[in-house]
């Protein structure tokens, strides 16, 4: 099947303990990316991946890190993680930069405590 | 600056009625428009898109969206409502800058939809 797959999918931490969650696409996707929703605001874009190696920052890229080594595998990583970073995390892929498409993972509710 | 709203945070509709989800947008050049819907623990699953072509779009699920460049507009919308559809609904148009480049995803702040039985 098909799928976007986030790990994990519920996370409760503290502030400054640092954490990864993990999204990987069984798709042969080329295009990765990283979205926070929260109530009021939408969806907005954290960094995104046009290929491996290849990353690039979104509009709230602060705070966050990530790397692609692999095609399939797109971890988000939190070095310090603070209370503002609570939210629900989604990870989405399409076949290419211009692929009109977007799936999407289940999400990652993170709490910092 | 390119925008999308949802001018609702909630729509109530009766089971068998009609139903729309409204969406604004303002964006340079031509809009590349998307709906997309979140089920309660789920992610976001893809609807339907406007690229260019016919004004109005069938998706998934029985929805349609009309895209009305003079409103910049791209309401959702359904015939008859199942219960089933009550979920978050979110409008967003792909960012243009860079060409489009970057396939980012501009969202509206979604809409919730409740079908009462």
């Known amino acids: 099947e098909a799928q976007v797959t986030q790990n994990p999918r519920y996370l409760i931490t503290v502030t400054g303990k640092k954490l990864t969650v993990t999204c990987s696409q069984n798709?042969?996707?080329?295009?990765m990316s990283w979205y926070r929703q929260d109530p009021g605001l939408g969806l907005r874009q954290i960094y995104y991946?046009?290929?491996?190696?290849?990353?690039d920052k979104g509009d709230v890229p602060e705070g966050y890190k990530v790397s692609r080594k692999e095609k399939r595998n797109f971890p988000l990583i939190l070095e310090s993680p603070s209370p503002n970073q609570t939210s629900l995390y989604f990870c989405?892929?399409?076949?290419?930069?211009?692929?009109?498409?977007?799936?999407f993972g289940p999400g990652t509710r993170l709490t910092v405590t | 600056a390119q925008s999308v709203a949802q001018p609702e945070d909630q729509v109530n509709v009766a089971e068998g009625n009609p139903l729309t989800v409204k969406c604004t947008y303002s964006?340079?050049?031509?809009?590349?428009l998307f709906w997309y819907v979140q089920y309660p623990n789920r992610g976001l699953q893809f609807l339907l898109k406007y690229i260019t072509g016919d004004n109005l779009v069938k998706g998934s699920y029985g929805f349609e969206a009309e895209f009305n460049k003079s409103q910049t507009s791209f309401h959702l919308k359904k015939p008859s409502a199942l219960v089933s559809d009550s979920a978050l609904y979110f409008c967003?148009?792909?960012?243009?800058?860079?060409?489009?480049?970057?396939?980012?995803?501009?969202f509206g702040t979604g809409t919730l939809l409740a079908v009462q039985p």
């Open positions: 964006v340079s050049g031509n809009p590349y």
């Open positions: 989405a892929s399409s076949s290419s930069t211009y692929s009109y498409e977007q799936y």
């Open positions: 798709m042969n996707h080329e295009y």
């Open positions: 991946s046009m290929n491996v190696e290849v990353t």
């Open positions: 967003a148009v792909r960012d243009a800058n860079y060409g489009g480049a970057t396939n980012k995803l501009i």
